[in-house]
């Protein structure tokens, strides 16, 4: 039998969304994973989420990057959940979800999905990772993923795949990270692109990493909240108090299309 997905967009990340709620999904089969996010050969995505059933919260949210790896959290992804969840009438404009080691906050205001993003962790400005001439090392932080950012004049010609894999990988960060190649526009606006670990290529928009961009650009003194972050599948916005407790990420988020997997 197939299963029965949802194809949604938030600026341009996509992912497939299923509704898990009977648990049935075989989440341990990492070739199907990788076969659905498959751009060519299957539904292709930038990952694919889970909605399942949580025991204190409106449901649970499992990410699973294309490379089959479980992500801890993805910021345009749980916009897109927070609308899965609303057309499937489980909740109304305001959420309480769980995601794995967090508890998240949702609303729909005017057809904007808006999620409070973590409180940042691991805050270091300046953090250098070998940056090449031209580059200014923003710093690292971690909002649910980590994200290193650097600050440059001209993003449009930027060769992400190239530099983001070598920043990613680099030694500093044992773990991986997420790059985020930023531009200022002025006091209140970025350019933003992102190449992100476990897709392992550049995504057309990264909610996680245009907070950290706005978060490491308000620490340096770049910008001021709220910013508006310009990435290649549109417009994100990002609100935040001096303090970094109270962040919202809030945009569009569209469904495309809906299907059944029969990989």
């Not at 089969?29 to 498959?38: D, F, T, V, Y």
């Not at 959420?95 to 409180?119: A, C, L, Q």
């Amino acid at each position: 039998m197939g299963i029965p997905f949802h194809k949604y967009s938030a600026t341009g990340n996509d992912f497939v969304l299923i509704d898990d709620r009977d648990g049935l999904f075989p989440v341990e089969n990492r070739e199907l994973l990788q076969k659905i996010c498959a751009r060519r050969t299957g539904v292709g995505a930038d990952g694919i989420i889970l909605l399942q059933t949580s025991e204190k919260y409106d449901f649970r949210m499992r990410h699973f990057n294309p490379d089959a790896g479980e992500a801890e959290m993805c910021g345009n992804g749980a916009r897109s959940l927070i609308r899965f969840a609303f057309r499937l009438g489980l909740i109304e404009d305001k959420t309480r979800f769980e995601s794995m080691f967090f508890v998240h906050e949702g609303r729909i205001d005017n057809g904007e999905i808006k999620i409070k993003m973590n409180t940042p962790r691991n805050l270091e400005p300046r953090k250098e990772a070998g940056a090449p001439s031209g580059f200014e090392a923003g710093g690292y932080v971690e909002i649910g993923v980590p994200h290193y950012v650097l600050f440059l004049e001209d993003v449009q010609s930027l060769d992400v795949a190239q530099l983001g894999s070598g920043f990613a990988h680099h030694p500093v960060f044992p773990k991986g990270t997420n790059v985020d190649f930023v531009e200022i526009q002025n006091e209140h606006e970025l350019k933003m692109r992102t190449f992100e670990r476990g897709v392992e290529a550049e995504t057309l928009s990264c909610g996680t990493g245009a907070t950290a961009g706005a978060i490491i650009a308000n620490l340096l003194g770049k910008v001021t909240a709220p910013v508006t972050v310009q990435v290649p599948g549109g417009t994100l916005k990002i609100d935040f108090d001096t303090e970094y407790e109270n962040i919202w990420l809030s945009g569009p988020v569209d469904e495309i299309y809906r299907g059944e997997l029969l990989l």
